[in-house]
Every structure is written in structure tokens, then in C-alpha cells.
């Protein structure tokens, strides 16, 4: 079993955002902790910056919160909630025109080449 912390589901169920929960946990936990936390589960996380942001929440809503309420299995996703990069597709690359016409793009000098030249070290 995998275990996640999912701090967005919560704060959607409970109506509060994460502007609201960063404010609250002003100088203790980072914004884009929070942030993060709530755009994403997380399946690592350090257990001081959990018990703040549970703290924190406890203060919004005015009831004890318990972490086992955040927490989800992560092995019971269904196929179709995992994403699929697309296929690469020939059809849809770039193609280079100058006045209208078809360029032939040729392909330049490496970067360590451009860097050799600009430091006299060419051979």
C-alpha cells in the first residue's frame, strides 16, 4: 500500500483556499510548500511541517483535524486518472520559411565550439 497526503481534496471538501491556509501558517511553513501541497499529493513530506499545517487548519476550522483525514491509498488509482504522454506526431513539426519558401535549416556549431571561439581557442 501506498500512502499520500492529499491537503488539496481536503481543502476542497472544506471549502478553505490556499491563500487562506498560507496565511495562517505565516513564518512557520514556506508559501510554496503550501502551495505545492495543495496542487499535488505528496507521497514524501517532513512530519514538523504536517503538524503545523494540521495546527493551522484546526485554527481555520475551529475543530480538531486529524491527518488520517488528508491521507489516500495511492494504489487504488484507476487506469484512467494516470495520464499518457502523447505520441510524437511528424506531421506537426516546424517548418522554416524565408520570403514564402521552404528553408533548409543546417545544423550549426555546438556549444563548445561557439565557447572555444569566444575564448580564442580555436584550433
Given amino acids: 500500500m501506498t500512502l499520500r497526503l492529499n491537503l488539496g481534496r481536503y481543502l476542497q471538501e472544506h471549502d478553505i483556499s490556499a491563500y487562506r491556509l498560507v496565511q495562517e501558517v505565516k513564518g512557520r511553513v514556506a508559501p510554496n510548500t503550501v502551495y505545492s501541497l495543495a496542487r499535488k499529493p505528496a507521497q514524501r513530506i517532513d512530519l514538523d511541517t504536517v503538524a503545523k499545517i494540521l495546527q493551522a487548519l484546526e485554527r481555520v476550522r475551529g475543530q480538531k483535524v486529524e491527518i488520517t483525514e488528508m ?29 514564402g519558401y521552404r528553408a533548409n535549416v543546417a545544423p550549426g556549431p555546438s556549444a563548445q565550439e561557439i565557447l572555444d571561439e569566444l575564448r580564442g581557442h580555436v584550433q
Fill in 71 to 99: 491521507l489516500e491509498d495511492a494504489t487504488l488509482e484507476t487506469p484512467a486518472q494516470t495520464v499518457t504522454p502523447p505520441a510524437y506526431d511528424a506531421s506537426n513539426r516546424k517548418v522554416f520559411k524565408y520570403n
